[in-house]
């Protein structure tokens, strides 16, 4: 009986723990740090960085961050034909995009699950953001948006495109002859909270499988 209850305590932990680390997508960070094609942004990658925390079932915020140094700066979406000045796909669907704070992009801005033009960079990106000429994204600029997805999130929302990009931005100003290029997305980068709770979660599962050899 008392073998049965700790069996019964360890595997009820490990799965809650893995239940919670497989759903922990509370926080997702992007850094947009390769050079897709054109000339290289001054300072160190990665130039751009954006962060996702889910506030609710289907709300969340999306910080964006600029670590472009000198003159390099973001711009576009000045027409609705126009290149982005940066962009993600998000693999569920938006039903409000609002700018909170920070340096917010025009009017053009927002989710369009047809996708939005990223130049040379392939696969669709359906969220973007561009800023005018008097309001670029440059060194120091940060931007805080509020999303609300239509239905409750599950899962991360932002994903690798049919190309596998996660985020393309269009930088430009570079250096002395302000020249432009197209910048991509890395790998997502894992919260240490979310591998701590899955490392947790199996070292229980291994844990229970052992001792019930053990004591069989």
Known sequence: ??????FG???????????QAGSAFATQTINVDQVFTGAT?????PWLVATFNSTGTNTGTLTLTSNLTGTDFLQGLETSSAAVGWAFYVNQSISGVICASGTCGNSNSGFDAGGFNTGPVGGTFN?????DRSNRFMAGSSAVYDLTFTN???????????????S?????????NGDSDWIVSGVP?????????FGVGTLLVGLFAGLRRRWQ
């Open 1 to 6: 009986m008392k073998k049965r209850v700790i």
């Open 9 to 19: 305590w360890i595997s009820a932990a490990a799965i809650a723990l893995l239940v």
């Open 41 to 45: 942004p001054d300072g160190s990658p």
């Open 127 to 131: 969220l973007a953001f561009g800023w």
């Open 152 to 166: 409750p999130l599950s899962g991360d929302p932002f994903g690798p495109n049919s190309d596998g990009w996660l």
């Open 168 to 176: 393309v931005a269009h930088v430009q100003g570079i250096g002395p």
């Open 189 to 197: 980068v894992p919260e240490p909270a979310e591998l701590g709770l």
